[in-house]
């Protein structure tokens, strides 16, 4: 007689973490936020991104805390804080599902709220359960009887009505309807047997409960259809923890995370496990302004396609014309906004403690970014300067917006003092005041009256953009590294000048700069001034 195994049923103690996204729609630096709401009182703030977990071999509690190393993050690092004491929740279509919630909010840069909700169940449940009460419609907390998702706009409108009691002015605030969820799982244990490495993907192989991992991030019951090897071949999912019988995934609808002693370890140097749940938080919040502002830019994309459906059997005249320039200027705004808010780059860099966290915040964005960015922005573009060329050269209207000649660009020039005749800056500087819309070049030998600190202090606020000239000189040079970072941090355009790309500090390799040619100078200040003027535009309108 031939013995058939049947398939056990597996049931599991787990952490769900719940983020939602809003859009505060205010001017906010986050050291003021934070030294305000510190002196408003009426919120517990946390000093520090953290976590706090029990143990589930041996019951003690853990809190992991993340570890800054940067002198910069308190510009970008979120302002944390408790919301409410500790309650309880139930599943509105399951009562055997209750367990505790724990609620904290998140103001991060770009004055977006992440509101980061933690479900600590009390028991082992199937993954159908889950699934269940991952709908935040089906999570009532106890003390009120009102939903989750209730709970949210309340927390929402309260922490509005705490910082609006202030005069920060509002921003321009996306017509996007968008507040999303995102899910995190932290798989503790399992029964009646849990190997970590089965449920994780080992190069070409999968854990024999990989489908398990995969399933709570679908949240719907289609994952019992799914073929485990198909679905991650197609979306190239992979494990990134570092440690051998340790899982972290990452996928557009949800993460799923199975520490260890090697990511729950709070002695550690890298606190892994925090770092697993700070890098997607980041990069979801990256995802929402990303989202946002693409949502607008579509329906100025919209906007173009009606205007050139109504215009194409007849010759354009000047009040299609001036609409066009409208649309035009509202673009420019949107990626104005968009280059000032969205600091992929730098986030990273700034807060994140490790070569895994980074790589992680990578991942992260590559898989939530469903569109390419870039493509979207270039095809507008395009279709503005075909209209541009084709129908409106005749009235002379370029496909860029016209500089206010009245109000001109001002520069800053960082540089070593020693490379100043490599680069002839006092003739760069001279040459560039004589094109149009450049009002004056600014820099310290010029002006040497000043310590080189003070000078900054008076003068760097002033400027519309900033030109680095990149060299080894300039790389060991202290007063240049705290100019580009002061005028990093403020916010104005970057333009490194290079003879070779290694010369550029590594924060700012992806801006686009201007290879210096040595053999003609007359095509460094063409180039130069063209780039300033493409960075500038959108501040002279």
Known sequence: MVQIELEKEYFFKVTLIIWKFYDLGLQLTLPEVREYLQNEGSLKIYDNYRFEFEDVKTGSKVNQPLKWISSESQNYAPICFKLEGSNRFICNTNPEIVGKIRLEGHIHYGSVLAIHCELIFDAYHRIEEFIEISQPQNIIIESTGNSLAEKFIEVRENILAILKKTNYSAK????????????????????????????????????????????????????????????????????????????????????????????????????????????????????????????????????????????????????????????????????????????????????????????????????????????????????????????????????????????????????????????KISKMAEELEKLDYIEDVMYWQEDMKDNIIKYMNENLGECDTFILFCSPNAIKSKPVEKEWTAADASGIPIIPVFVKTEHIPTLLKSRLGVEFNTFDFQKNIENLHDLIIKKCENNLL
Do not use: C
Not at 172 to 201: G, V
Not at 251 to 267: C, K
Not at 300 to 305: E, L, M, N, S, V
């Open 172 to 423: 321009t605030k996306s017509e996007s309807s968008l507040e999303p969820w995102h899910h995190t799982w932290i798989i503790w244990d399992a029964k009646p047997d849990f190997n970590r490495e089965d449920y994780r993907f080992i190069e070409d192989s999968i854990g024999r409960n990989a489908k398990f991992s995969i399933a709570l991030t679908f949240r719907t019951d289609k994952w019992k259809e799914l073929d485990p090897k198909a679905y991650r071949d197609q979306i190239n999912l992979k494990n990134l923890s570092p440690y051998r019988d340790e899982f972290v995934m990452l996928t557009h609808a949800g993460n799923v995370i199975i520490p260890g002693p090697g990511l729950s370890d709070p002695n550690s140097m890298k606190n892994l496990l925090i770092d697993t749940l700070f890098a997607p938080e980041v990069g979801n919040v990256q995802r929402f302004l990303i989202l946002m502002y693409m949502d607008k830019i579509l329906k100025i994309d919209d906007k173009f396609d009606k205007l050139f459906l109504e215009t194409s059997n007849k010759e354009i005249g000047l009040p299609e014309t001036e609409r066009v320039e409208i649309l035009e200027r509202e673009l420019n705004k949107v990626i104005l906004e968009l280059n000032k808010n969205i600091i992929i780059s730098k986030i990273p860099r700034l807060l994140f403690t490790s070569t895994f966290k980074t790589n992680l915040f990578n991942e992260m964005i590559e898989k939530l970014d469903g569109f390419k960015f870039s493509k979207q922005i270039d095809d507008i573009i395009t279709k503005i300067k075909d209209v541009s060329g084709k129908s409106l050269i005749s009235k002379e209207i370029p496909s860029k917006i016209v500089l206010d000649e009245k109000r001109g660009v001002k520069i800053f020039m960082s540089y070593a003092t020693v490379d100043e005749e490599i680069y």
